[in-house]
């Protein structure tokens, strides 16, 4: 599993290095589980990542839960290619302040040939639900495999 | 309605201000058009709103949506103040690069005491649909009305 | 669009007459629309379409809107083949009683080489909105086509 | 919880004795495990509960996990009552055929003081996943209490 985490925080790397949509908020995740189909991570909530309430955004969530469960679905595959996402439901359950640190979970339901079916948490620290979701990702096409 | 045009564009000069995980996103957005329960915008898509492929993030459409179905819950109300977003379900149809200007429109179905569904569309500018969703927000408390 | 009419209601005939478990749901459905990609229909509610509270049920607004959204799928489609629901994710807005006529509209709003994503609604008759609600169905393997 | 158990269903009961929309897939439907704010059942797949596949139907699915969860939260209240639906969200991984027998758990994630949020899933007896689902109820208003 060393090697399997030390790909998931390369292309985490990537991610953030291309300063794109997720930039900011994905340089405060932490790996804290990595495993085949099964990853957890953990957020601190800075400033940068709330509403005017103070309060942990809820596109923020989405961001951290629909790039959560595309690791996972990476994760699983033996060409490291994200999967596009088909639909994202989660449900707002209780928030997250300034300081706190948010866990957040995410584990494979089920692949098929051409869907991935992932669940997704976000959890303060004393275990308290904040959201739970659901992502589904569109397979992206297999590489012909090399003849050689 | 020119007094509510006033009133939500300063409501989004604020969350822009406030320099919280929308603000990047929202200051690229412009109103094009704001009616009582019914608010349309355009977002031109940076590269600060994409992901590694180029292509405007899930989270990003997740953020824009959610924000703009809570403007548009604020515009029904006569107390500005924003719900809290309980559901949020979005699929992903197509996407967009970088260069191309997003629609995004919010139109209220039904206010009850205690929630606001409201429907989203994010469409390129030939109204091609990339995205539809629909949101959930708990209409806050009311204030008790002053008796002056 | 007479042929499609027919079509699709002889499709409606045959799952009555399988007598599974929609049968006695949609035998109380009349299309009263049927285009390519969008049809709609209403139901009288009946005592055996209601909860203990005498309102239609919540597996039965399902029901119906899953059935109708793959018979719009149908509709687009050469071969008369249903598609699988992937997701399907509804809002109860409202609720309707014994005696009162629902109107359901389904339509499509975009079909992929392997996915199509349906919207569709319940109203009462006076156009109050009871239900939206999304659904995603995985498009099934065309049959190659005869050399013939 | 023998008490817990027992009233649960007895409230199945005269959901199956009322005859309407849910009864003849409830009729089918046996508690295995009734704990506050945990309910599990199996249900055994007959022609009835079909789509013309000879596959449980999706709106089955969706009337068993939607009733399941309302069980699930009166489970956990002290007055009897059920909640209404307001969001239901099932995602179909996979299908059960007649005369397999599926599986069903809910569980409460949360209740605030207006919403109860459930999560379902319906498996196969091997475990296999057929769908996970979640759904918001609105919590009744609380009688109010008898001064004796």
């Not at 985490?12 to 908020?25: C, E, H, I, M, P």
């Not at 989405?62 to 290619?81: H, K, M, N, R, Y």
């Not at 339901?109 to 739970?132: H, M, P, Q, V």
Request: proline share 2%.
């Amino acid at each position: 599993m060393v090697d399997l985490t030390n790909n998931i925080q390369l292309l985490l790397d990537q991610v953030v290095k291309y300063r794109g949509f997720s930039a900011d908020t994905f340089h405060l995740l932490k790996f804290t589980k990595v495993e085949k189909g099964l990853i957890e991570c953990e957020v601190k909530v800075e400033k940068e990542l709330t509403n005017t309430y103070g309060v942990v955004h809820g596109g923020c969530i989405a961001t951290i839960l629909d790039g959560l469960g595309a690791f996972c679905f990476v994760s699983t595959q033996d060409e490291f290619q994200f999967g596009f996402t088909v639909n994202l439901n989660i449900n707002y359950i209780a928030g997250a302040s300034i300081g706190e640190t948010i866990i957040c979970k995410s584990e494979v339901d089920k692949i098929t040939k051409s869907l991935a079916f992932i669940k997704l948490t976000a959890e303060r620290k004393d275990g308290t639900l904040l959201s739970n979701a659901s992502a589904i990702y569109k397979v992206p096409p297999q590489k012909p495999k090399s003849k050689l």
